[in-house]
């Protein structure tokens, strides 16, 4: 699979990009779309980063990308509030959402903002974030995630198998946002595919 995605519907550039260091991640361009069924892998059967655990009533296994992408839009981006949040810091929520649940990933950002963190991105998180440089809301949004990775081994030591590989995408991750955080003057941010 060609990792070129002909969106069928009009998103945004932001979501655009997002959605792309996702499924990147997630093993949807290879030609399985990321299928895998690890037993030990607490989301249990999974394609492209798309849970039976999140999803019980999804086909898994014939899972298109579209229908994928949907998901992830729906379910991931728009309960975030990710598109009324700074480019770079928006991938970050996002990616968050995915891994952790949205709710978690914005309480994690509101943490990091010094507001109440009841899931909401509401007047008080907006004004918050603007008035703030989303380079450093970036940094320390990169760095709780970091802790949280933590927190999921100290509760459940089996999960450390995979403790390299969250790393590792949390590296990929801060590469991605920087490409796009306010100001850069990247001109790879126009290139999402």
């Not at 509101?110 to 940094?139: F, N, R, Y």
Request: charged share 25%.
């Amino acid at each position: 699979m060609s990792n070129v995605i002909q969106f069928t519907q009009p998103y945004s550039l932001a979501f655009q990009h997002a959605i792309h260091f996702v499924l990147d991640k997630e093993g949807a361009f290879r030609p399985d779309m990321g299928y895998v069924n690890d037993p030990k892998d607490r989301g249990g059967e999974t394609k492209a980063g798309i849970s039976k655990r999140a999803y019980p009533n999804e086909d898994i296994k014939n899972l298109t990308l579209d229908r994928t992408i949907f998901l992830y839009h729906r379910d991931y981006w728009r309960q975030a509030y990710c598109a009324e949040l700074p480019a770079g810091v928006s991938l970050a929520v996002f990616d968050g959402a995915v891994q952790h649940g949205w709710l978690s990933s914005v309480k994690m950002l509101q943490e990091v903002m010094g507001v109440k963190d009841d899931g909401i991105i509401g007047p008080k998180t907006k004004a918050a974030i603007a008035s703030m440089d989303p380079e450093w809301v970036l940094a320390r949004l990169l760095l709780r995630r970091a802790r949280f990775y933590g927190r999921i081994l100290i509760k459940n030591p089996s999960q450390g198998r995979f403790f390299e590989g969250w790393h590792n995408r949390l590296a990929h991750l801060s590469d991605a946002c920087w490409q796009v955080v306010e100001g850069s003057s990247n001109p790879d941010y126009r290139k999402v595919a």
